[in-house]
């Protein structure tokens, strides 16, 4: 079993994301992108929106960027993934 990451993240960051996914949604029209995943970086503000949760990292690693995100399903509040964890 590989290791897991003990990122600790700042106490306010899904505040911070749901900020920066507010501001994105008002400045870009995402109807059309429903159901994808947004990748949100509450650091830097960016966003990376992807088929899924790994292409919208993907996404995000072709920028260069390797930083805590959190993610939402466009049109939704939330990101309900199942599987094996």
Do not use: C
């Not at 059309?32 to 088929?51: C, F, T």
């Not at 960027?65 to 964890?85: E, M, N, Q, T």
């Amino acid at each position: 079993m590989g290791e897991r990451s003990t990122t600790v993240l700042p106490p306010d960051f899904t505040e911070r994301g749901k900020l920066v996914w507010a501001r994105y949604q008002r400045e870009h029209d995402v109807t059309l992108m429903r159901g994808q995943v947004a990748a949100i970086d509450p650091a830097s503000g960016r966003v990376w929106i992807g088929e899924d949760s790994p292409d919208a990292t993907d996404k995000m690693n072709v920028d260069g960027i390797d930083a805590p995100v959190w993610f939402v399903r466009v049109g939704f509040d939330y990101l309900d993934v199942k599987g094996r964890r």
